[in-house]
């Protein structure tokens, strides 16, 4: 089965740093997405991509995050200034967009804001 | 009002037994439900979709769907120690928007050897 590929698998920064997630979605897919998933708790809603612009966000996207796809293959989601509640496991995920298919998610990145 | 609803459980059922999860939801033009196993540390993986109201049998799994109550549930029959795991109830529908998945707490499932 094709995969969605995530890097680095754990990033470690320091409060008020500027950290870069980066995903590799599976290559026939037009959606994309950002997901998190803080310990012990649910797996949120953070951002969709289509058509090069955001689709939606949640509350929890506030400008100080944004996402990108830089080029044909790459989908990043960057936290301009990182806050202790920031630390989380993050999920990208990509889906051709059909109605019934489901989320191909990333093995995920650890992020740890100390 | 919470979106997904789920009971977080624990749920401990012993080897062989049926475990029944289940799930509520809120929006009513939501139309398509999915349930994830998600293993501590990893990313959520597809266990069945459902969109009809009724039952949807995959194996050991059976998915049920009452649109009218809005309600969604998953049972696992003859469960397995390597069952043992959070399941995520999940849907998607035209006015989550973009396609959104949303996604509930989770029910942690302990299956006893």
């Known amino acids: 089965e094709p995969e969605v590929t995530q890097t680095p698998s754990h990033q470690v920064t320091q409060m008020g740093q500027e950290v870069i997630l980066r995903c590799v979605p599976i290559?026939?897919?037009?959606?994309f997405y950002w997901y998190r998933q803080i310990l012990g708790q649910k797996v949120e809603f953070l951002v969709s991509?289509?058509?090069?612009?955001?689709?939606?966000k949640s509350e929890i996207f506030d400008d100080q995050f944004s996402v990108e796809r830089p080029d044909g293959s790459n989908f990043t989601l960057k936290i301009r200034s990182t806050k202790l509640e920031d630390s989380a496991m993050y999920f990208c995920?990509?889906?051709?967009?059909?109605?019934?298919?489901?989320?191909?998610f990333g093995s995920g990145t650890q992020l740890s804001v100390l | 009002q919470k979106e997904v609803e789920q009971n977080s459980g624990p749920l401990s059922v012993p080897e062989g037994a049926i475990a029944s999860l289940n799930c509520t939801y809120s929006?009513?033009?939501?139309?398509?439900f999915f349930w994830y196993r998600q293993y501590s540390g990893k990313s959520p993986e597809l266990i069945m979709f459902?969109?009809?109201?009724g039952d949807k049998e995959d194996g050991r799994f059976t998915a049920q769907l009452n649109k009218a109550s809005q309600y969604v549930s998953l049972l696992i029959r003859d469960s397995q120690p390597s069952d043992s795991a959070t399941y995520l109830c999940?849907?998607?529908?035209?006015?989550?928007?973009?396609?959104?998945?949303?996604f509930g707490a989770g029910t942690r499932l302990f299956v006893k050897a």
């Open positions: 995920a990509s889906t051709t967009g059909e109605r019934n298919e489901k989320l191909f």
């Open positions: 290559s026939n897919h037009l959606y």
């Open positions: 991509f289509y058509n090069n612009e955001i689709s939606e």
């Open positions: 929006d009513r033009g939501s139309q398509s």
């Open positions: 459902i969109y009809s109201n």
């Open positions: 999940a849907v998607k529908g035209p006015n989550t928007g973009g396609f959104k998945t949303i």
